[in-house]
């Protein structure tokens, strides 16, 4: 994989649109491709990502490729969610100025996440748990009422966390 020092090295970049471009070459890169995704999850993608999605401008493509980076893949999963990805994901759901493009997205790595890893799917019951599913249910106010592939995400997850929740009440979390 020559070359994916430098596209790293443009996540950074002042250049909003350059640093865009960057984040959606490395998601279609580990989009199923586990060497991929080890690849850039030991040259340090995954922090680097993480960073990007402080910028509000750049969260749909930095999510994208971090939800590429560590879909079904146990270590970057895990180094995602040390690194506290799991929180700032789910704080875009509660963030009334984040778009729905990127509260798809937000669900969608919480999804994926929470079925694939144990940490992330006992944080998010937990969560889930705290607030009452009052995060999910709230995507499905009177203007997304009528988005499909949302309402079946979010359903889908406040299900199967919901479910979780009630047949093991004494969650604990495993760093």
Excluded: C
Aim: charged fraction near 25%; aromatic fraction near 6%.
């Amino acid at each position: 994989m020559g070359g994916l020092d430098p596209v790293l090295s443009l996540l950074s970049s002042n250049r909003k649109n350059i640093a865009k471009e960057a984040a959606t070459i490395i998601g279609q890169m580990a989009s199923n491709n586990i060497k991929a995704q080890k690849n850039l999850h030991d040259k340090g993608a995954i922090k680097l990502l993480i960073e990007g999605l402080l910028k509000v401008e750049l969260r749909p493509p930095m999510l994208y490729a971090l939800g590429s980076i560590i879909r079904n893949y146990k270590d970057g999963t895990q180094a995602a969610f040390k690194q506290g990805a799991h929180v700032l994901i789910y704080d875009f759901l509660r963030d009334g100025g984040s778009t729905l493009r990127l509260k798809k997205k937000a669900v969608n790595v919480l999804g994926d996440s929470g079925r694939f890893s144990h940490m992330w799917g006992e944080w998010l019951s937990m969560s889930l748990k705290g607030d009452g599913g009052q995060v999910f249910s709230g995507l499905l106010s009177n203007e997304n009422a009528e988005d499909e592939e949302l309402h079946e995400k979010d359903s889908h997850i406040s299900h199967h966390r919901l479910l979780t929740i009630t047949l093991n009440p004494h969650h604990h979390l495993e760093a």
